[in-house]
């Protein structure tokens, strides 16, 4: 069963076009949405929560249509973004209060839980809080009516690198039970590094591929060697090479095909996401 | 369920799953893990080495299809009883090497080989007392 | 639908001292020297609250935190519809009670006796209003709204006197009858409700 149905999804903006973008994130499972920003990534997740109509295509989530079924829907499914939509004015209890009567299957006893757990004090003003409060806050409230979903846009930018982990070790907590799915749409991909089981890469508006991380990093090579090693044949074996004075560096798609270019002449090393983000986008020659 | 020891290297050439899968694997021949005992589910035990699920399930489906472990839906994976005799027999060949290391190291020593055996005797009888 | 007034009901808490000092400003303004203060009070406040309102949901980037709650684009538009009535109750019926008691307290500024029609025509004139302004604000975006509240704002001031003068003109021509105020206020309901369906229509194509 999939988490999420993307069908043909095209929207058009002045700037770039999300071309008849087909996506599955499967149930069980968290996925990972990589792209640089401005090409699309936020734009899917907004056709996801209902906030931008597609051109054309359709979005199902849990198995129901959007936007027919968009109060059914948001029943199951949690939401955490980088903007913090909470009113500022306002207290944490008073925003529960606020929030809480909207969720059939709403837990104070959970949500207590989380503010206990995550050190927010109920009485606190929501503009008071630090951008890492916020997003906790964001992530408790997702986590308090047995949301089966989590669509995460950015959760973390911006937070520090121990709560980050804290984040993820929650994450992997909800992912205990294999009913529930998570979403993931960041620029910072050493989070993915861990965690992720899927990851989607999103590029200028397409998907370049959707699969399990494992096989991203089985496939992909990183290829470092000497310039003289490059000939116009070669360079079109790369997605994208960086040359520079003391050699070259260049990602491949196709690792075995690699290791029976370049044998023994060059090195073979297991690319990192961003790696992989930097070298599709750049394509082409990149020299240094 | 058994504490199993699971330790990854980030510097091994080797994929995570083989990795788990030989440590797992070498439980189960030196005898740390016996038949029956159960294994941690594939969850947990991603979140624990804060890897994929599809990692980990990776590994288990692997040992399972060599036989060293059973998986039942719903109640989560155990060591299988089945394959006892290729256990047995692996056990046997590192027993083997350990003592071709034993008799290797008293070659250097200059020992006789009713001194290997006596020497052999008496701490067995030594571990029969404790 | 309850849930969604309550949101906008907490969400105004913290303004309260504004609506009432918007209230005590514009009577102390008004009541001296206008005969059709009653009017005056009673629309600006009204109004006022609701431009309030918006602005603290812009501000708040509002739509951006009711679509992560299971609500419709639907429902939104009700809560606003609805939230818009009472506030339109909320100043018509404070400007009332505040006339009443500044004529038992103070007989020497000469206030008109007051019927029934002094509350249904402010309501029926910011029904009006308020069918002109959703639909305007669901359909621009966030810096379009700004700017038409800014409009409203100006163009209240500058219509009240005229207004003022052409209802007093119409009172005492005759021209207004009770059936003619019957169908005035039914056309008005019906510039209300078309003004909804309208504004569903817009929200629900509509990007945020």
Redesign the interface.
């Given at each position: 069963m999939n988490a999420i149905e993307l069908r043909n999804l095209t929207k058009s903006y002045p700037l770039f076009t999300v071309d008849n973008v087909s996506l599955n994130v499967k149930q069980g499972y968290i996925t990972g949405l990589i792209g640089p920003n401005g090409v699309g990534k936020s734009t899917l997740i907004?056709m996801m929560?209902?906030?931008?109509?597609p051109d054309s295509g359709s979005v199902k989530i849990l198995g129901c249509d959007m936007?027919k079924q968009?109060?059914?829907?948001?029943?199951r499914i949690g939401?955490v973004?980088d903007?913090c939509?909470?009113?500022?004015?306002?207290t944490i209890i008073?925003m529960k209060?606020?929030?809480a009567?909207?969720?059939k299957k709403w837990s104070d006893r959970k949500f207590n839980g989380y503010l206990e757990q995550f050190e927010l004090s109920p009485k606190k003003k929501i503009g008071d809080l630090s951008k890492g409060m916020k997003i906790k806050l964001a992530l408790a409230v997702a986590l308090s009516h047995e949301a089966e979903l989590l669509i995460m846009d950015e959760p973390t930018s911006g937070l520090d690198p121990v709560f980050r982990r804290e984040m993820l070790d929650l994450l992997a907590d909800m992912m205990q039970n294999e009913r529930n799915s998570i979403i993931f749409s960041t620029h910072i991909t050493t989070d993915l590094d861990r965690i992720a089981d899927y990851i989607a890469f999103i590029h200028r508006g397409k998907i370049v591929f959707n699969e399990t991380k494992e096989g991203v990093f089985e496939r992909y090579a990183l290829v470092k060697g000497d310039l003289e090693l490059l000939d116009s044949d070669i360079r079109n074996e790369f997605i994208g090479i960086r040359e520079t004075s003391v050699g070259f560096e260049g990602l491949v798609d196709h690792r075995h095909k690699a290791e029976q270019l370049f044998g023994d002449h060059a090195v073979l090393e297991t690319p990192s996401l961003e790696d992989i983000m930097y070298f599709t986008s750049r394509g082409g020659y990149v020299h240094a | 369920m058994e504490n199993i020891k699971i330790i990854l290297s980030n510097a091994s050439s080797d994929p995570i799953y083989i990795q788990i899968m030989n440590q797992i694997r070498q439980s189960i021949l030196s005898g740390e893990l016996r038949a029956g005992d159960t294994l941690p589910s594939i969850r947990q035990l991603a979140k624990d080495l804060q890897v994929s699920v599809i990692t980990t399930k990776r590994a288990f489906e692997e040992l399972e299809k060599e036989q060293l472990i059973d998986t039942v839906v719903g109640k989560g994976s155990y060591v299988s009883g089945a394959n006892k005799n290729f256990i047995r027999e692996q056990r046997m060949k590192r027993l083997e090497e350990k003592m071709l290391e034993i008799i290797r190291e008293s070659k250097e020593l200059n020992m006789s080989r009713q001194d290997v055996i006596d020497h052999l005797t008496l701490l067995y009888e030594e571990e029969q007392t404790t | 639908m309850?849930?969604l007034l309550?949101?906008d009901l907490?969400?105004l808490?913290?303004s309260l001292w504004t609506i009432l000092l918007y209230l005590v400003v514009f009577s102390v303004f008004f009541i001296p020297k206008s005969e059709m203060s009653i009017y005056f009070v009673g629309i600006y406040t009204a109004f006022g609250t609701i431009s309030l309102a918006t602005m603290?949901d812009i501000k708040?980037?509002?739509h951006?935190?009711l679509?992560?709650?299971?609500?419709?684009?639907k429902?939104i538009v009700q809560a606003k519809y609805i939230t818009a009535i009472l506030y339109t109750l909320f100043g018509v019926l404070a400007s009332y009670g505040i006339h009443w008691v500044v004529k038992l307290a103070i007989p020497q500024l000469n206030k008109p006796d007051y019927t029934v029609l002094d509350i249904l025509i402010p309501i029926g004139m910011l029904l009006v209003l308020v069918s002109v302004y959703m639909p305007l604000f669901y359909a621009l975006s966030k810096k379009g709204a700004g700017i038409i509240n800014a409009v409203f704002f100006v163009s209240l001031i500058i219509l009240a006197q005229p207004a003022a003068f052409l209802m007093n003109m119409m009172g005492e021509n005759g021209m207004v009858d009770d059936q003619m105020i019957l169908l005035i206020l039914i056309g008005i309901l019906l510039v209300f409700i078309a003004s909804y369906f309208l504004t569903i229509h817009l929200f629900a194509?509509?990007?945020?």
């Amino acid at each position: 069963m999939n988490a999420i149905e993307l069908r043909n999804l095209t929207k058009s903006y002045p700037l770039f076009t999300v071309d008849n973008v087909s996506l599955n994130v499967k149930q069980g499972y968290i996925t990972g949405l990589i792209g640089p920003n401005g090409v699309g990534k936020s734009t899917l997740i907004r056709m996801m929560l209902g906030m931008v109509r597609p051109d054309s295509g359709s979005v199902k989530i849990l198995g129901c249509d959007m936007p027919k079924q968009e109060v059914e829907i948001k029943q199951r499914i949690g939401i955490v973004s980088d903007e913090c939509f909470y009113y500022e004015h306002l207290t944490i209890i008073d925003m529960k209060k606020m929030i809480a009567p909207f969720y059939k299957k709403w837990s104070d006893r959970k949500f207590n839980g989380y503010l206990e757990q995550f050190e927010l004090s109920p009485k606190k003003k929501i503009g008071d809080l630090s951008k890492g409060m916020k997003i906790k806050l964001a992530l408790a409230v997702a986590l308090s009516h047995e949301a089966e979903l989590l669509i995460m846009d950015e959760p973390t930018s911006g937070l520090d690198p121990v709560f980050r982990r804290e984040m993820l070790d929650l994450l992997a907590d909800m992912m205990q039970n294999e009913r529930n799915s998570i979403i993931f749409s960041t620029h910072i991909t050493t989070d993915l590094d861990r965690i992720a089981d899927y990851i989607a890469f999103i590029h200028r508006g397409k998907i370049v591929f959707n699969e399990t991380k494992e096989g991203v990093f089985e496939r992909y090579a990183l290829v470092k060697g000497d310039l003289e090693l490059l000939d116009s044949d070669i360079r079109n074996e790369f997605i994208g090479i960086r040359e520079t004075s003391v050699g070259f560096e260049g990602l491949v798609d196709h690792r075995h095909k690699a290791e029976q270019l370049f044998g023994d002449h060059a090195v073979l090393e297991t690319p990192s996401l961003e790696d992989i983000m930097y070298f599709t986008s750049r394509g082409g020659y990149v020299h240094a | 369920m058994e504490n199993i020891k699971i330790i990854l290297s980030n510097a091994s050439s080797d994929p995570i799953y083989i990795q788990i899968m030989n440590q797992i694997r070498q439980s189960i021949l030196s005898g740390e893990l016996r038949a029956g005992d159960t294994l941690p589910s594939i969850r947990q035990l991603a979140k624990d080495l804060q890897v994929s699920v599809i990692t980990t399930k990776r590994a288990f489906e692997e040992l399972e299809k060599e036989q060293l472990i059973d998986t039942v839906v719903g109640k989560g994976s155990y060591v299988s009883g089945a394959n006892k005799n290729f256990i047995r027999e692996q056990r046997m060949k590192r027993l083997e090497e350990k003592m071709l290391e034993i008799i290797r190291e008293s070659k250097e020593l200059n020992m006789s080989r009713q001194d290997v055996i006596d020497h052999l005797t008496l701490l067995y009888e030594e571990e029969q007392t404790t | 639908m309850l849930n969604l007034l309550r949101k906008d009901l907490i969400a105004l808490k913290s303004s309260l001292w504004t609506i009432l000092l918007y209230l005590v400003v514009f009577s102390v303004f008004f009541i001296p020297k206008s005969e059709m203060s009653i009017y005056f009070v009673g629309i600006y406040t009204a109004f006022g609250t609701i431009s309030l309102a918006t602005m603290i949901d812009i501000k708040n980037h509002n739509h951006h935190f009711l679509v992560t709650l299971p609500i419709s684009r639907k429902h939104i538009v009700q809560a606003k519809y609805i939230t818009a009535i009472l506030y339109t109750l909320f100043g018509v019926l404070a400007s009332y009670g505040i006339h009443w008691v500044v004529k038992l307290a103070i007989p020497q500024l000469n206030k008109p006796d007051y019927t029934v029609l002094d509350i249904l025509i402010p309501i029926g004139m910011l029904l009006v209003l308020v069918s002109v302004y959703m639909p305007l604000f669901y359909a621009l975006s966030k810096k379009g709204a700004g700017i038409i509240n800014a409009v409203f704002f100006v163009s209240l001031i500058i219509l009240a006197q005229p207004a003022a003068f052409l209802m007093n003109m119409m009172g005492e021509n005759g021209m207004v009858d009770d059936q003619m105020i019957l169908l005035i206020l039914i056309g008005i309901l019906l510039v209300f409700i078309a003004s909804y369906f309208l504004t569903i229509h817009l929200f629900a194509r509509r990007d945020l």
